[in-house]
């Protein structure tokens, strides 16, 4: 990636949108081509809800929540799948970043990580 940031992913928009609610924040995904998923696999509690997009071959932004998390927290994680069928099925390949979304002021955290280390 060259020039990586919030922007690049569609999710400043998202968040401008979102106006510090994670639940809005949650139903736009899908709107911005992220594929909203069942987990079914060891590493979150069956039935969390993942949203997944491809930002380059094989690597995924992630978005999940817990099934039985309240308040709604986001885990947000980059992570290296051989493809998109197995996420939510298998364990990633490689976890490259991960961050607790617990209000819409994480954001900021999460594009400051994008663009030091890409």
Not at 14 to 36: C, R, V
Not at 76 to 98: L, R, T
């Amino acid at each position: 990636m060259t020039e990586v940031s919030l922007r690049s992913f569609g999710l400043i928009q998202i968040k401008k949108e979102a106006k510090m609610n994670i639940e809005k924040l949650l139903k736009s995904l899908p709107g911005y081509d992220f594929k909203k998923l069942i987990n079914k696999s060891q590493k979150f509690e069956p039935g969390s809800t993942i949203y997944a997009k491809e930002i380059e071959n094989e690597i995924f932004l992630l978005f999940v929540v817990l099934k039985d998390e309240s308040p709604k927290d986001i885990h947000s994680f980059i992570a290296y799948f051989d493809s998109f069928e197995h996420i939510g099925v298998q364990e990633p390949k490689e976890i490259m970043f991960y961050q607790l979304i617990s209000k819409i002021q994480d954001f900021h955290y999460f594009e400051k990580y994008l663009n030091v280390h890409h």
